[in-house]
């Protein structure tokens, strides 16, 4: 499994349009909370270092506040990386956590079934 | 007179394009065609052709002669090709009469040899009419549509295809057939002519009168009026005989041949100082004054038209021989 | 309608608002209407009508008439005004020469439709309202007018009526059409298919030039087919590639200004579906470059004038769908 | 490039003057092999080539025609290529239509710069030929004699 | 028939070796029309030259094919060698049998089958070629500089210096342009109006200079040499002839709370106003918008005081009508819009400004008297932001530009160290992403402000600007130093990108002059040919054509000048002969070609023609002016009849040519 490909393929980031200007490292709330920030995310994606931010556990202090994706004037969309940086440590942990059979249990009059969607699609391997 | 049955009539195509190629009417892609008749064609259920049988005598495009230049040589290739007998079934009168009008200008001398082939390699066997269309008129300008002629005449009766042979070429044709019974038609009810719409219309009017006064009759003016200047009352016209010699460069050789020209057209006739019909009303009239004045005045009385009705049905702009006809005897529009 | 368009007509002369009048002039049969030009009320009186069979457009006749002295009156179905309008665009007639009436169009009859219904020997009908009562020479039938509607009417585009100066009866909408369905059959043959197809249809021109010449879009003072000096004059197909030669510059002429008003089909003497290549770029014009139509309005660059940087390249053309 | 001893086909290239004329000059003067039976026409720019041509060039034998010009955006005469490429396209999809084999017909866009790109796009578009076989469907029999 | 000569050239080893010239001679002299065809080593050298014009001599030659290298090599040299023998140059044509033959193919035999093919081809077309002359037109010895800033001034000044009379038209109500807004300039740091107004006075003195100011271009016609330009000049309500300058109306006018564009809006001004004290003209204008007595027609104070009676409240625009033979656009930049850039704060607080604004602020004549003070409350500030690249630099188009502006790097580098130095106790911090100092002395000077000066360059951008308790709190990267910065800051200065001024657009659809996607001027060829567009006789002056410093600028606006003195200097233009030239004969006048002639060389007329039965029509037909078609031929493919042909590249000739190839 090539993580980085697999990280590019799913996010949709294209890390070689980042100028690195750090605007998203600059905007950010959660910075002081991280080890890597967003600039670095870019970085390490387009140098190939993504298991060891896949390793980090900065990752899960990202608010997903798209506030660097909203300043970056490069579309490049840091926030979009972390989110599929998260969901290829799930893939990487191996078995499926959830498959389709165990929806139908899980369906419950409160939870939108978007959750029940999102969640699938993010505990399942193949995606 | 010899009888032949209609449901074999597969049978007597079959001996008719034994030795050579036989056309029928028959419908390709939806059209009624002269068609060189293969196995299993059938017969068309219109009334007429499409185009006329003009065409098998007088094609729309035809090679005449081939210059070969080979460096600075020029070498003139006669490539007319020996025409083979053929047959063409199912000629109405209205056509038959035409090749008749066709030959007065094609076979007098000096002849035209490539039609002139073809006419001698031909045998033509017409067809009676029964059931005319309403834009018929072959009986005003003289024609039986029921004694079609040709070199055999055929007639449909009931289950039975009757044959006569009129000619010599037409009883050679006839004895080459597998042997067939003998006996008379029946009369049919030919009471339907009488009631063509068309049967009535005046064409005698144009040898009492001198040439000058249709020339210059004031009726063209408005008649040509809407005349699109297309050429497909001459196309489909079984006694248009007009064409226009052209040259086609091949690139190693120069090919000339002929194609049907039309009076109608805007460079009809062009020559060096321009054309001598600059307007469509010019170009109208000729096409017009030709059927019914010019042609008869040269050739004992004989009006240039033959009634088949084809240009009433395929005038974009429904503009027709009848019409002027009519507008021309009233001397206005 | 037929009474309003006589009356209209008679009317415009008698008050001396025009000098004349085109419109449709009763022929032999009910059935072979020719457009005319009318200089008094009372030859409008005698000869004008307006029936089912009134299909031949007349916006073409405009630009000769409305060069001449005067104000010419010209009757406009809404196919003949996109004609009309579009002729404006290319500058070919005088508007202020022109006073145009429109006529609501409830579809137009021909002789071939009729033809096709199995009647022959068809001397005359009857009817200008829903129901044609047909008389041949071998009894009668009335049918009704909608299965007798040419083959174009069938895929009518729109009964709007543009730029007119009156209009009777009323103005209708750009009506939701299938025209393109034929276009896609044959798109979606194999290209022997298309290739057999267009072969049998196209040899059996015999270039008589009535789809040429009564196309309102062919209305150049010489067409390169007549002019031996633009290289490709020719007469007559001498060659199954003249046949088609012909119909593809014609087609690719007319691009981006024909208004799609079946008038090639409908005069065709042989019957080819000539309407299915305009149609064909008018199509691909409107999938590629956005939809145009002719003669819609006089403001609209047609899209063979015009280009966007972004337009497709002609590989999705000829890398595009399995060539079959 | 395979041999054909029977078919030699005839490819007709237009191209501008500005950008893919000096293209194929530069494939020569790097001396980038193409097959012989390309030939090319110099037109001033691309919105020149008339469809008339196109037609012509296959009635008189050609078994394929390929139009190269500037890169959009880069023509000498600032939108002739814009103009080209749907005429081009238009007549390609017509010529399609008839069930004429739409690989017979191709535009590709060479630079001044691009000696190595005109080279392959003639090398490509000779073998589409040469797996196509003769051009039977547009041709003119009359030009074929002799 | 023409006699044509062939001559087929060896090029030394170069056609020699792969291709039998001697057999293609031999082939192609059995063509028809060839009545001489010989072979020879070097055709383009003196004795191959001589030998064709004693061929066209000794065989009275009608037409003459070259087999050689490219027509682009060498069509030029024997187009001249024919034309010195007598014959006219465009009845030579080059068969390219070197590039296109000889060096791709490596068997002779296949190489010298298509050498023969090229050149029938060749051949084929010289049958068809007409003589060509090549046209004249009178140039009009009068330039148009459409523009007044610096770029616009020096092109004139240049134009004047050379002897032609140049106009500029300026649309506001004084030239000097944005350089007039700028305090000081780099790298030299000297003062941007003592450089700048006495340029302002040359032009305004120049005998050759014609200043129409408060104007702008409605129309144009024409085409190079032959520019038919109409300008409005909109009324001031001031006659310039009367007005001296003296300013008193515009202190007496009541109405005063307009904003000062010259100032950005910083400050306020009247009615009647001059926009600065070296205005060039120096005259009042009234603001039609402001102006009580144009409004209600009651007030009347600036009539009044003005003893010279200068004031005309029914002052008119006015319409001005003239030929020009060249036109310089040197229209300018403007910063962009903030508004989609309000992380920061630009619309919140008035201690966030724009770079030109702040030189404002810093100007002696600017609303703080050159004392930097907050906008928001007067007070000095101590610790300043400045950020890079706001707008530039941006992905996609949504929200800026996709370009670099190119001047912000050094004119925040002059701020920082401006500020430094007058205030010593400031802190200045610039945010950059890169530092782009090409250019003389650039990098020195910006290395200066980080050494001498102590600014805090940090890589890294801002991302947020929050205004709170009087501060601005400033959230950044400081990417070397792997840290988040938070800054309470007194003001932010913002480098916003530039973009081209908005009347460019309109008036490159008046010019047929080409524009890129962001509005900038195409240049005709952007190296070989940078201040010319490729619309002939238009010219490109400053950063109309691409953002631009003013040494940059001043230097392309004297290579524009340079280029406009070379035309004018022209009595006549020759024309390129290998125009469209339509026949009227089949010519409908439907407009089609006119609609992509990307030149506007296409008009019409009604013309008069023998009808038939000798009646006269008149149609409508398209004319081609040849001094401004450039044979491109998109018309000739327009034109549904075949009316419209190109000469040189007729229909028949290319014709000829695929026949020839496909024989």
Known sequence: MNWTETIERISGVNPRKCMKCGKCTATCPAYEEMEYHPHQFVDMLSSGRVEELMGSRGIYMCLSCFACVERCPRNVEPAALIEAVRTAVLRQQGANHMKADAVPALLEEELPQQAITSALRKYSKGG | MKIWKLDRLQDLFAALAGERTLYIPADVAGQAKFTPWEPGMEMTKALNTNRSAKDLFFPQVEDLAAFKITGRQIQVEDNREDVEDFVIFGVRACDARSFSILDKVF?????????????????????????????????????????????????????????????????????????????????????????????????????????????????????????????????????????????????????????????????????????????????????????????PNNHDGEIGCVGCGRCLRKCPISMNIVKVAKALKEGSV | ???????????????????????????????????????????????????????????????????????????????????????????????????????????????????????????????????????????????????????????????????????????????????????????????????????????????CNACRNVCPACSCEKCVFDNPNSGVENKAAADPFEENLFHIIRAFHVAGRCTDCGECTRVCPQHIPLHLLNRKLIKDMNQLYGTYQAGADFETKPPMLDFTQEDPEPSIITNGRDSG | MPVNQEFKPTIVAFCCNWCSYAGADLSGTNRLQYPANVKIIRIPCSCRLNPMFVLRAFQRGADGVILCGCHPGDCHYTTGNYYARRRMTLLFSLLDYLGIEKERTRVEWVSAAEGAKFAATMNDFCQTIYNLGPNRRLEDLRCKSE | MQRIGVFVCWCGSNIAATVDVKQVAEALGKEPGVVFSTDYQYMCSQSGQEMIQEAIREHRLTGVVICSCSPRMHEATFRKTCQKAGLNPYMVEIANIREQCSWIHKDKITATEKAVILGRAAIAKVHLNAPLTAGTSPVVKRALVIGGGIAGIQTALDIADAGFPVDIVEKKPTIGGKMTQIDKTFPTLDCAACILTPKMVDAAQNEN??????????????????????????????????????????????????????????????????????????????????????????????????????????????????????????????????????????????????????????????????????????????????????????????????????????????HAMLIREKYPDTEVYVFYIDVRTPGKNFDEFYRRAV???????????????????????????????????????????????????????????????????????????????????????????????????????????????????????????TCNPCTAKPDELMCNGCSSCEKVCPYGAITYVDKPFRGPNRTTLTRRVAQVNPAVCQGCGACTVACPSGAMDLQGFSNKQILAEVDAICR
């Open chain 5, 209 to 414: 200079i014609d200043i129409i100011s408060y104007a702008q271009v409605e129309k144009v016609q024409g085409f190079v040499g032959n520019f038919s330009v109409t300008i409005r000049k909109k009324a001031r309500y001031v006659d310039e002839t009367k007005c001296t300058g003296c300013g008193l109306c515009t202190e007496k006018c009541p109405q005063k709370k307009i904003p000062n564009e010259f100032n950005l809006g910083l400050d306020n001004r009247r009615a009647i106003y001059i926009p600065f004290a070296q205005a060039t003209p120096k005259v009042a204008t009234i603001d039609p918008n402001y102006c009580t007595m144009l409004k209600t027609g009651k007030c009347g104070v600036c009539s009044k005081v003005c003893t010279a009676g200068a004031i005309n409240y029914k002052q008119e625009d006015e319409i001005i009508t003239r030929e020009y033979g060249a036109i310089v656009v040197a229209t300018g930049f403007e910063p962009i819009s903030m508004e989609p850039f309000d992380e920061f704060a630009y619309s919140q607080s008035p201690d966030v400004v724009t770079s030109l604004e702040l030189e404002r602020l810093m100007n002696a004549a600017g609303p703080t008297g050159g004392t930097l003070l907050r906008p928001s409350d007067g007070a000095h500030p101590h610790t300043l932001v400045f950020v890079q690249c706001v707008g530039s630099r941006c992905d996609g188009a949504q929200k800026g530009k996709s370009y670099c502006s190119k001047i912000c790097c050094m004119y925040t580098a002059k």
């Open chain 2, 107 to 295: 076979l007098e001398e000096p002849a035209d040899t490539y039609y002139k082939n073809r006419r001698d390699h031909a045998t033509v066997m017409t067809l009676a009419c029964s059931r005319p269309e309403a834009t018929c008129f072959c009986t005003a300008l003289g024609i039986d549509p029921q004694a079609p002629g040709g070199d055999v005449s055929c007639w449909v009766e009931g289950e039975n295809l009757y044959l006569q042979a009129n000619t010599q070429k037409g009883e050679a044709l006839l004895e080459k057939l597998p042997a067939m019974e003998e006996g008379e038609k029946p009369q049919g009810d030919a009471s339907v002519f009488d009631r063509l719409p068309l049967k009535d219309v005046d064409f005698s009017v144009f040898s009492e009168k001198a040439l000058l006064h249709w020339f210059n009759s004031p009726v063209w003016e408005e008649l040509s009026r809407s005349c699109l200047g297309c050429g497909s009352c001459t196309f489909v016209c079984p006694t248009c005989q007009c064409y226009d010699v052209k040259d086609f460069d091949t690139g190693t050789k120069v090919k000339r041949f002929r194609c049907w020209d039309s009076c109608m057209y805007s460079d009809f006739t062009m020559m060096a100082h321009g054309t001598n019909r600059p307007t469509q009303k010019e170009r109208f009239r000729q096409r017009f004054m030709h059927k019914l004045v010019y042609y």
């Open chain 3, 1 to 207: 309608m037929q009474e309003r368009v006589i009356e209209k007509a008679a009317q415009l002369l008698e008050s001396g608002l025009c000098s004349r009048v085109l419109g449709w002039k009763k022929g032999e049969f009910f059935y072979d209407v020719t457009p005319g030009v009318f200089t008094t009320a009372q030859e409008v009186r005698n000869e004008m009508v307006f029936t089912p069979f009134c299909g031949a457009n007349l916006s073409k006749y405009l630009i000769a008439e409305s060069r001449k002295e005067g104000k010419v009156a010209a009757f406009l179905k809404p196919c003949d005004t996109y004609s009309f309008v579009q002729l404006q665009k290319e500058h070919r007639i005088r508007r202020e020469n022109v006073y145009a009436v429109g006529v609501q169009c409830e579809g137009m009859c021909d002789l071939d439709s009729l033809t096709a219904l199995n009647l022959t020997g068809i001397t005359g009908a009857e009817g200008l309202g829903e129901n044609l009562k047909v008389f041949t020479l071998y009894g009668e039938e009335t049918l009704s007018r909608k299965d007798a509607l040419s083959l174009r009417c069938n895929d009518c585009k729109s009964k709007k009526l543009l730029d007119c100066d009156e209009i009777l009866g009323e103005s209708g909408e750009e009506q939701d059409s299938h025209r393109f369905d034929q276009v896609e059959a044959l798109e979606a043959m194999t290209a022997e298919e298309r290739f057999a197809f267009w072969r049998r249809e196209l040899s059996k021109c015999i270039r």
């Open chain 5, 451 to 573: 050494e001498e000066y102590g600014v805090h360059y940090i890589k890294g951008m801002v991302g947020k600007v929050t205004p709170q308790d009087g501060k601005l709190k400033v959230q950044a990267s400081d990417l070397l130093g792997g840290r988040q910065m938070h800054i309470d800051a007194d003001m932010v200065v913002l480098a916003a990108a530039i973009e081209p001024d908005k009347s460019a657009r309109p008036l490159a659809t008046m010019l047929t002059a080409s524009m890129d996607t962001n509005d900038f001027f195409t240049e005709a060829h952007p190296k070989l040919r940078p201040v010319e567009s490729p619309t002939a006789g238009i010219f490109l002056s400053g950063a109309c054509q691409g953002p631009k410093d003013i040494p940059e600028t001043v230097a392309q606006a004297g290579a524009a000048a340079s280029k406009v003195i070379g035309l004018l200097s022209k009595n006549s233009l």
